[in-house]
């Protein structure tokens, strides 16, 4: 049985980017839920998530999403966040607000409009040159809703052929990632659905093109775990979007669903060199926050994905190992669900305790008056939201 203590040291260095929409208002098609103290700026939401850093020493990062976050002045943003103990991360490109983009972006058959949002990627380049980020991440919403409303071969190649052009663009330190989903807003195909339509995408590219990899973007009963190995067998996963989902693109906190599934998937992430300093794999939430306070459901999200990193690096995988090989079925079985059942929240509070930081983060933010604060202090201007 591995011990935590074998394994703690492990745990130095773990960074989870922040998606710098979930700390704006953020609901569904029905009804969305404005929170007292939610930010109006992009200097507000890096404040928030200076919080989050500051409480658990996980968060580090915070993605931008641009034009969400458009500002005058990148390196002054970046000084800024700077000060707040953070860095700016992931750009985000948006091709999927505009009235022009009906019909797609990347991949319309109109030239004008694909070189828009080719345009558009270029002007995010830029930014990551001034913010200093590494990664560009590319969601595209194109696809259609009718069999026959498009030609989908001629939509894939107008889409390697616009991936290409941004992929020029890249500076030698920055890297392109695509992420996929299997539908909505298009309901009948969409461009980029799968991890092998992005993996046939960002090879032709070359190594500086990875996948993304969101995890509420496939079908029920997806084994993602399995999909993490292949990526990463092939050099190509290139950051994951955190979140859960009990029905579709949920973007509910990472790991409130499905706790064995991201043990699961972690385990897979540790087995495949995905985890550690030379990591090539960015690991980022992309959640929503409609009813729950943001910053602790922040907090709590990046908690949940220590503590199933904590139980996967417990495995022990010499046993794991003999077990396979033995074909000993339950043994091996065994080996793995003694890990996913160790309860390392007690190490890990002692272990944070050690760094400095507060054993209990979501209680000691709570104590922290923060909340209170911001909700007196952030009135009049407009509150953000997912899209603004
Ligand atoms: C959309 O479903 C994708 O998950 C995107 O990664 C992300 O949620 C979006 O870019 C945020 O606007
Ligand atoms: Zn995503
Ligand atoms: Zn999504």
Not at 120 to 132: K, L, W
Not at 228 to 238: A, C, E, F, S, Y
Request: aromatic share 10%.
């Amino acid at each position: 049985m591995t011990t935590f203590a074998s394994i703690a040291s492990q745990l130095e260095g773990q960074a989870i980017e922040l998606p710098s929409w979930a700390f704006g208002n953020s609901g569904t098609r029905f009804k969305v839920f404005a929170t007292p103290g939610t930010p109006r700026t992009i200097q507000e939401k890096l404040a928030d998530a200076a919080q989050v850093h500051g409480v658990t020493g996980l968060a580090p990062k915070v993605a931008l999403h641009i034009p969400w976050d458009k500002v005058e002045d990148y390196s002054a943003l970046r000084d800024f966040a700077g000060d707040l103990g953070v860095a700016l991360g992931t750009i985000n490109s948006n091709t999927f607000q505009d009235d022009v983009y009906k019909f797609g972006s990347l991949t319309h058959t109109d030239a004008a409009v694909r070189q828009r949002a080719i345009d558009h990627h270029f002007e995010c380049i830029d930014i990551m040159h001034a913010t200093g980020s590494q990664d560009l991440k590319i969601w595209l919403a194109d696809g259609t809703n009718y069999p026959g409303q498009g030609d989908m071969r001629g939509r894939q190649d107008r889409l390697a052929d616009s991936l290409g052009q941004i992929y020029a663009r890249l500076g030698s330190e920055q890297r392109l990632v695509l992420e996929y989903k299997f539908f909505e807003p298009a309901f009948y195909h969409t461009d980029v659905p799968d991890w092998g339509t992005s993996y046939a995408q960002v090879a032709a590219l070359g190594d500086k093109a990875m996948v993304c990899l969101d995890t509420g973007h496939h079908a029920p009963g997806t084994n993602i775990e399995f999909i993490v190995m292949q990526l990463l067998r092939l050099g190509k996963l290139g950051s994951f979007d955190f979140n859960s989902r009990f029905y579709a693109d949920d973007d509910l906190i990472v790991g409130a669903a499905d706790p064995f599934q991201l043990f699961r998937i972690m385990v897979e992430v540790v087995r495949g060199g995905g985890y550690g300093p030379n990591s090539p794999v960015a690991f980022m939430l992309d959640q929503c926050h409609n009813v729950e306070d943001k910053i602790p459901g922040q907090i709590r999200s990046v908690l949940n994905v220590q503590e199933m990193t904590a139980r996967a690096l417990l495995v022990d995988r010499e046993a794991l190992d003999a077990a396979q090989t033995a074909g000993d079925v339950l043994g091996a079985n065994g080996i793995l669900m003694d890990a996913f059942y160790t309860d390392v929240r007690g190490d890990l509070a002692a272990w944070r305790e050690g760094r400095g930081l507060p054993a209990d983060p979501m209680a000691a933010y709570a104590a922290s008056g923060y909340q209170a604060q911001i909700a007196a202090e952030r009135v009049g201007g407009t509150q953000s939201s997912w899209g603004a």
